[in-house]
């Protein structure tokens, strides 16, 4: 018998009143069946309380289309739960999931207006990133430096001043109105005419045909009345060329009324610059 550093061995003898090993065929192991109790959620699980919802699809699968961002995970998708999916946070994060290189590329694409390519661009990918964004800094400059000329021409001429606080509540009704309501309209228009276009890409090339009128509200800045009905006039040239170019090539599907389309659509884009120039940039002094 040895020992060391705490422990005791027996030797290989024979030691009096010891247990000679049993001998004899090896003991039948017992294999357990594999079980899934350990990972949860189980690998096979039933039912759709596991599913990811998708963006909400149209009849004709023309509503939208999903983003770069979903494509990993198409494997993995459920059935979305019909109309209900519209109300769900996921349903929306598709159109969310963009670059900023591709931001600025499509805002790039904005200010030449003479080119058609968008759609093409943004028929597998339309975002909704971008719109929002620009729409909401639209409403905070447009507001912010309608606000400033109105002060600095009250202060030009010694007057009182008040700040209009309705100036932005105006200013977030009629650029959100704008770039919902329009593309809402016009999709439904399409749709009668068996054109029908998606109606997230409506929204993203709207969108983005509003980012020339932040720069256009900057320069108006400028005391010159005519200068500010030029840029007025200039930036909804523009943004009016960018919208009507990229629909024309698919609204001529339409049939022969597909002109007074193009026109309308051309006429709304202008108006609203009218609208921009005249509610935010023409300022009236009280003589008193």
Not at 183 to 189: A, D, K, T
Not at 271 to 281: D, G, M, R, S
Request: charge should be neutral; glycine fraction near 8%.
């Amino acid at each position: 018998m040895m020992s060391g550093g705490g422990y005791t061995s027996i030797d290989n003898q024979k030691v009096s009143g010891s247990v000679p090993a049993a001998t004899g065929p090896d003991p039948a192991s017992v294999r357990f069946t594999d079980s899934n109790l350990q990972t949860f959620p189980p690998s096979e699980t039933q039912g759709k309380i596991s599913a990811v919802f998708r963006p909400p699809q149209d009849a004709d699968d023309t509503f939208s289309r999903p983003g770069k961002g979903a494509k990993g995970n198409s494997d993995e998708s459920g059935q979305a739960t019909g109309w209900f999916s519209m109300f769900s946070v996921a349903a929306y994060k598709p159109y969310f999931d963009v670059d900023t290189s591709d931001v600025v590329e499509r805002i790039r694409d904005s200010l030449f207006p003479f080119k058609d390519s968008f759609n093409e661009k943004t028929t597998d990918n339309p975002d909704l990133y971008g719109p929002f964004w620009i729409c909401t800094t639209l409403i905070f400059v447009a507001a912010a430096i309608g606000t400033f000329v109105t002060y600095l021409a009250h202060k030009w001429q010694k007057k009182d001043w008040n700040y209009d606080i309705n100036l932005i509540t105006w200013s977030a009704g009629l650029f959100y109105g704008y770039v919902t309501v329009v593309p809402l309209g016009l999709y439904l228009i399409l749709k009668y005419f068996s054109a029908p276009s998606g109606l997230v890409q409506l929204f993203c090339l709207y969108g983005y045909s509003l980012f020339v009128f932040i720069p256009a509200s900057c320069l108006s800045i400028v005391p010159i009345e005519i200068f500010r009905w030029v840029i007025a006039g200039v930036a909804g040239f523009m943004s009016a060329t960018f919208v009507a170019v990229n629909l024309r090539a698919h609204i001529v599907s339409s049939g022969e009324r597909w002109f007074l389309i193009v026109a309308g659509i051309f006429l709304l884009q202008l108006a609203l610059a009218v609208v921009l120039k005249l509610y935010f940039f023409t300022i009236t002094v009280s003589s008193h």
